[in-house]
């Protein structure tokens, strides 16, 4: 009759892919019972975004009801996001698990798309998800969010993040008069910036996106050096000019020791809109090049799509107004791969259990 020790061994072998560890020695096996012939676990998956969630269940199902005596298995799947943030001011926010900054070298790449997009998909997976307007020369989340002129509420002298889409949102806009310029000098940036994470009832979070100015300016920098972020996802598009300022970035980001969770290619093809068909239409070195430079993943290609602007103009974005399209569907594959990527980066941070 197979016992506690069995099952375990047996579920042993089953490999995560992006940890390249055992799920046991990762801690994943929960609340096992083994009575009477009747097993019962949970699997405990460190993000909701894993795309081989269903695979890993029925291969557990599989391994357990292959051991003598086992008549029947009972597998939940469950997520618990690790944090992954890195040593250093504990005190900022720490109900955020992780902070995930999307910056790029240059302006106008879609950062913005691609926050918002990731954000929405990460909420929409059963993530508890932030999103955090840091660009102090041109906050376009509200916009893309649908939260334009959102009523702030306060509890215990802190701002509540109005909420769209699943996702808490905050801006440097809120707290400006629109069409006003400001002008933002290092310090008030800094200090800016601290005050989103200290002066906001973020609440748990399992992932604060942060959305960055273009460049290596102060946002970049606060960031770095005072909020202990889990990695950064560079965008980039195909042209050669985009993929030689994100190498600026890059650099800069590493030199800061501020990780790199990869790399995402914004408007890789042009899909045209009546015929669907994907066309190459920049051909320049892109974002494989890019990855294979700084030996970090490609998280993923977003084509060019009229639906996405278009979305992210009325404060719909596509993955919550479209999710089936191959365009939504491309931001879901992206949230997952980012997903994937910090929980490695947490897992880094954990004792071996065994
Ligand atoms: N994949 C895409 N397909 C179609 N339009 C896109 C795509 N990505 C971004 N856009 C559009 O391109 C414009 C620039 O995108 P976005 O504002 O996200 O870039 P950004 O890098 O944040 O710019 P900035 O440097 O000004 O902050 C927007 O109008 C957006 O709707
Ligand atoms: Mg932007």
Known sequence: MATEQDVLRALARIQDPDLHRDIVSLGFIKELKVQDGEVHFDIVLTTPACPVRDQMKSQAEQLVL?????????????AEVRSGRRLGNEKLAPSVKNIIAVASGKGGVGKTTVAVNLAV????????????????????????????????????QKIVPPENHGVKVISIAFFVKQDEPVIWRGPMVHSAIVQFFSDIAWGDLDYLVIDLPPGTGDASLTLAQSVPITGVVMVTAPQNAAALDVSKAIKMFEKLNAPILGVVENMSSFVCPHCSRETDIFGGAGGDELAAKFNVPLLGRIPLHAAIGAGGNIGYPIVASDPGSPQ??????????????VSVASTRLLPVIT
């Open 66 to 78: 292959g051991l003598p005596g086992v008549k029947s298995v009972q597998v939940t799947m469950k």
């Open 121 to 156: 998909a990460l909420a929409r997976l059963g993530a508890k998800t932030g999103l955090l307007d840091a660009d102090v020369t041109g906050p376009n989340v509200p916009l893309m969010m649908g939260l334009r002129d959102p009523q702030l509420g306060q509890v215990e």
């Open 328 to 341: 939504g569907l491309a931001f879901a594959k992206l949230a997952e791969a980012v997903a994937a990527r």
